[in-house]
């Protein structure tokens, strides 16, 4: 089982360039989500959608863009990267959520903006 | 803003010892989960325990809850050097939608 898959995995950008990454998942699951992960910082939510066609900010969204294309796909874009924004990203999914269910994890994309 | 703090930060055992990691929180929450990260890789969900419960096995792991004093514990017994890894404790607040991550505990076990 694939399980969560991102793509790229490794990603390097100009500062102002614009990208976006990819998600998808193979366990029909309702609830995805996009992580950023900083050294000493845990993960932060970026933004989350609770089921196919719906979509919110979560903490750090600012400079982020989302689409929840399909139930198996939500990718997220990055209109105008700055260096704030390297980092390594994790999508996420879970079956319903977040409530009592475990998220699965994609192996990240890292991002560096120069 | 971060909910959860793992304690302690990094954590370097010899195989065959036990590991224990701790997490303290601020608000009151629906459930607690526990998660691992190997280094390059993404997160894998071990254990949740909700806030009616005290104490969860599975396998090797033991994880408590405290809701009194908001901290929970995870205890790694017999520990071996494939358990070398992060470790993440994560919250879902009372009424909330969204789980908050800890910064992590890095564990390191030699052979």
């Known amino acids: 089982n694939a399980g969560v898959t991102q793509t790229p995995k490794f990603q390097v950008l100009k500062t102002g360039q614009s990208m976006t990454l990819q998600c998808a998942q193979d366990?029909?699951?309702?609830?995805m989500y996009w992580y950023r992960q900083d050294p000493g910082m845990g993960l932060r939510l970026i933004y989350y959608?609770?089921?196919?066609?719906?979509?919110d900010k979560g903490e750090v969204p600012n400079g982020y863009n989302v689409s929840r294309l399909n139930k198996r796909e939500f990718s997220l874009r990055l209109e105008s990267a700055a260096p704030s924004q390297t980092s390594v990203y994790f999508c996420a999914s879970s079956e319903q959520g977040p409530g009592d269910q475990p998220q699965h994890f994609g192996d990240g994309t890292r991002l560096s903006i120069l | 803003s971060q909910q959860g703090e793992e304690d302690p930060q990094a954590l370097s055992i010899q195989e065959g010892e036990n590991a224990t990691m701790n997490c303290s929180y601020k608000t009151s929450i629906n459930n607690l989960q526990w998660y691992r990260q190997n280094s390059g890789r993404g997160l894998v969900h071990l254990i949740l325990i909700r806030s009616n419960e005290r104490e969860k096995h599975s396998g090797r792991l033991r994880v408590t809850l405290d809701t009194s004093k908001k901290s929970s514990s995870l205890l790694i017994t017999a520990s071996r050097a494939a358990d070398t890894a992060s470790y993440f404790c994560a919250t879902l607040n009372t009424g909330g939608f969204k789980t908050i991550f800890g910064a992590g505990t890095r564990l390191f076990v030699k052979a």
């Open positions: 959608s609770a089921s196919e066609g719906t979509t």
């Open positions: 366990m029909n699951h309702n609830s």
